[in-house]
């Protein structure tokens, strides 16, 4: 049960993450990077976009059906191993972007976004959470 509510827990940081940078976009408010590097840098970047969706915008869909995905596989148990496979499959696909992400921004931007990285972090601990998870049901 402990990693269920870790899960949540994360998926809920991560979508506050997400949904600030959401936040500033439609407020027209610069990012202010607690670490002193120019976010804009980052989220203005040609890689900010993924067939025309920004990626802030990603990130909250993406945490909130995490986030959904892990309440149907607690508030459900008979639908409890689809609900951890669909965690599973989500999360290894979201680590995988943002591995790439993180490449990007560190390899052709040479500059990086705080909160980008912090939402990377977030989708890898989802991750390894969901690993996890996953041997626990099945």
């Keep these: ?4 509510t870790t899960f949540l827990g994360l998926g809920i940081l991560g979508l506050i993450d997400a949904g600030y940078l959401v936040f500033r976009r439609t407020q027209k408010k610069p990012l202010v990077c607690p670490l002193d ?3 804009s840098k980052v ?3 040609r890689w900010s976009r993924v067939l025309g969706v920004r990626n802030e915008y990603l ?15 607690l508030l459900l148990p008979v639908w409890r191993p689809a609900f951890v496979l669909l965690v599973f ?4 696909i979201g680590v995988l972007y943002s591995a790439f992400l993180v490449a990007v921004q560190f390899l052709l931007i040479k500059d990086y976004c705080f909160y980008c990285l912090v939402s990377a972090g977030i989708t890898f ?6 690993i996890t998870l996953l041997s626990s049901v099945h």
């Design 1 to 4: 049960m402990i990693f269920f």
């Design 37 to 39: 590097h120019d976010c």
């Design 43 to 45: 989220t203005e970047s």
């Design 59 to 73: 990130g909250v869909l993406f945490y909130a059906g995490m986030v959904a995905a892990i309440l149907g596989a």
């Design 89 to 92: 499959i989500g999360t290894s």
């Design 125 to 130: 601990l989802l991750f390894v959470n969901s």
